[in-house]
């Protein structure tokens, strides 16, 4: 769980030491110090096992999507990047070329529109991983990972 810590900024000794401090300063007896020690110690034990049930919560819903939506019957949809990558080839051809060729043939100006960068982001890496997949899938590879990533079949 040390991870967590360290991503949330410390391990929880660190915090436990840190705040181990203010406590010293603020209490008398030598009992109410280590007793507040282990109370946080207990807190931040308690923070962290939240933190890892929702995580693994997230990922199991996450799984759940993917798998149903790999074991349905419908065969577009499994295979639906092709058509994200030629929907994304269709956007830019029409906004990086047609648009220009309209304005330079007929002298009326056209305003192309901006592609954003969750477009650019989003479009190049599924473009990016159906790529690669179709490339391993053609060099005679075949398995589950490039079946899930290209929507092929596997063929015994």
Do not use: H
């Not at 406590?23 to 096992?49: G, P, V």
């Not at 890496?125 to 092929?152: D, F, Q």
């Amino acid at each position: 769980m040390s991870w967590i810590s360290d991503l949330l900024g410390g391990s929880a000794g660190s915090i436990v030491t840190a705040v181990g401090g203010v406590i010293d300063n603020l209490t008398t007896t030598k009992e109410e110090k280590e007793e507040l020690k282990i109370k946080m110690q207990a807190l931040l034990q308690q923070r962290d096992s939240e933190i890892e049930q929702t995580l693994r919560a997230e990922l199991s819903a996450k799984e759940r999507v993917l798998v149903a939506e790999l074991q349905q019957s419908d065969a577009y949809t499994k295979r639906a990047r092709p058509t994200v990558v030629y929907s994304g080839l269709i956007f830019i051809f029409l906004n990086y070329c047609i648009v220009p060729a309209v304005q330079s043939f007929t002298g009326v100006v056209l305003q192309a529109f901006d592609l954003p960068a969750e477009f650019w982001v989003a479009w190049g890496g599924i473009v990016a991983t159906w790529s690669i997949g179709r490339s391993v899938e053609k060099s005679g590879t075949k398995n589950k990972l490039t079946s899930v990533i290209t929507g092929s079949k596997l063929v015994d």
